[in-house]
């Protein structure tokens, strides 16, 4: 656990950049008196105190959503396309992310960037002129770890603009990471709308 002593007179205990801990009217004094205590709990609750890290996603829509599929889940069932993704060779996943990258119709993985201002475009469409969502997702780490150790979250490498080249409507590389085949609920972190330019 990283603990910074902050520079600005606080009081107790806040959560800082990356799940570090700031600790408030410590400054200058000996930590060596605290104990480490564990923190207990569903990291995802409101009620939860202690220090988390988290990942961040972000997606943009053209409206408001609160159930995230992918395009395989919406018409076969979350049950079918977790059992499609569970059947696949390790080749064969290169060939579906590669296929995603390119439409997303048939895809069992729903697409989230790790940078908000790709979610932005997307969220504003291809003209820039609609009004839509940007959704923030957060995932506690060793649990997104977890996720990508299962193939449930992957760096979409074979999608040229995920982190190679620009996207060159966006002028940003997309950083696509997907989730299959749909995200969790209680990912949900925030949603913001996001004025499209007239």
């Known amino acids: 656990m990283a603990i910074r002593q902050a520079t600005a007179q606080g009081t107790g205990i806040a959560m800082g950049v990356g799940g570090g801990v700031v600790l408030g009217r410590l400054q200058g004094a000996s930590l060596s008196g605290l104990r480490r205590t564990v923190a207990v709990g569903d990291v995802y609750s409101p009620d939860f105190v202690g220090p988390v890290q988290w990942e961040y996603f972000y997606r943009g829509d053209s409206a408001l959503r609160t159930e995230f599929l992918s395009s395989m889940a919406q018409s076969n069932g979350v049950h079918a396309a977790e059992s499609f993704l569970s059947t696949r060779s390790t080749g064969a996943f290169g060939d579906i992310l590669a296929e995603h990258g390119v439409s997303s119709s048939t895809s069992p993985f729903v697409s989230t960037s790790r940078n908000p201002r790709v979610a932005e475009y997307f969220a504003r469409g291809p ?43 966006i002028g940003l590389p997309e950083a696509e990471f997907l989730f299959g085949p749909a995200i969790n609920p209680r990912y949900i972190y925030q949603q913001v709308p996001v004025k499209g330019s007239r």
């Open 127 to 169: 003209s820039q002129t609609q009004d839509g969502v940007l959704t923030t997702f957060r995932v506690e780490a060793r649990e997104a770890a977890a996720l990508m150790d299962q193939g449930r979250l992957v760096q979409n490498t074979e999608n040229p603009m995920s982190f190679f080249e620009p996207n060159p409507a």
